[in-house]
């Protein structure tokens, strides 16, 4: 799909949208199946995701226009794009005003709503599950940046999830381009197109970095983001036989002080952590080889097939062979 046809699809009136049209702009019935969690003395909808998230763990869509979005907290963590248009969202109770090529990074459990998109407002969500964010994804961020740091606090159990990001002027940056190129990837559905997605979105990242850098918007990180970083590249280096004490021994910490220093600046364990990352690799080569799988749970690590198998089903609700099928 080249861009002027992606852009005419997006300027296109969904089922979705006519039907606010013809209903003046009532809510879509699809809300009375939403729950609603008790925040602040308000009823506040929930956000789960779960279909549009089925069988991956980033999914991107146009916000519905001709309506408003309701108050609202969701538990992933969303990037809002004002491709055509403008935008004005409440955030904790703040306006906040977005123009074409403005970009709003929100983190998980951050109450906020979208007053009404007239026909030319095209605005693009990009959800993503926490588990989008392995140790090889942040670790390609660099160390010291505000978008680590908001990832950081987004992945941790152990924080305030009160947290956005926002960035004006994307359209002087290649934001746009890249934008542009994840959506055609999107609505094609073509070979590999969850794994082109994924490396745009490595660079969408690394430019909004950029951008941050650009305009000075960057902050220099707490020691703690930096060491953290340092052993989150340590796992992704040494995953296959990696343990706690080695890793502890390599910093020159007590393993009890190491293990509890990453859970508390990331939410995981250690050994989720390297989980995480064993899953990843396992699959990066299901879907780019032709390995047997007893050969990638033995070269990620895992001497049983079994407990391999147990374990990729538990985090992607698919086994090995139902992957590779379903994005090879």
Known sequence: MNVASMEEFLFNETESELNHLNNNSLLSKRYKNIPKVRIDDKDI????????????????????????????????????????????????????????????????????????????????????????????????????????????????????????LLLDNCLESNIHSIIQNILCENYEKQLCRNEIIDSYMVILFCEMLRLYQDKKYN???????????????????????????????????????????????????????????????????LTNSDMPIYEIANTIGYDNLCFFYKKFQSIYNLSPQEYRNNYS
């Not at 706690?244 to 364990?269: C, D, M, Q, V």
Request: with cysteine; glycine share 2%.
């Open 45 to 164: 909808y929930l956000f789960k995701f779960d279909t549009l998230l089925k069988n991956n763990n980033v999914s991107i869509h146009k916000e519905s226009r001709f309506t408003h979005i309701p108050l609202h907290i969701h538990t992933v963590i969303e990037l809002l794009y004002v491709y055509s248009g403008e935008c004005t969202q409440i955030i904790s109770g703040k306006e906040i005003h977005m123009k074409q090529g403005s970009i709003c990074l929100l983190d998980t459990n951050v109450p906020h709503e979208i007053k009404y998109l007239n026909s030319n407002d095209i605005i693009i969500s990009i959800v993503m599950r926490k588990q989008y964010f392995s140790t090889s994804f942040l670790s390609r961020l660099g160390k010291n940046s505000i978008i680590n740091d908001f990832l950081i606090n987004a992945l941790s159990d152990n924080t305030t999830h009160d947290q956005y």
């Open 219 to 285: 902050i220099d990180s707490s020691k703690s983001t930096n060491l953290l970083f340092e052993i989150l590249s340590y796992i992704e280096n040494n995953y296959h036989d990696i343990t706690l004490e080695k890793t502890a021994a390599h910093f020159s910490f007590h393993p009890n002080y190491l293990s509890s220093f990453i859970k508390k600046n990331t939410g995981r364990s250690f050994k989720n952590l390297v989980i995480m990352q064993k899953m990843s690799e396992a699959c990066f080569y």
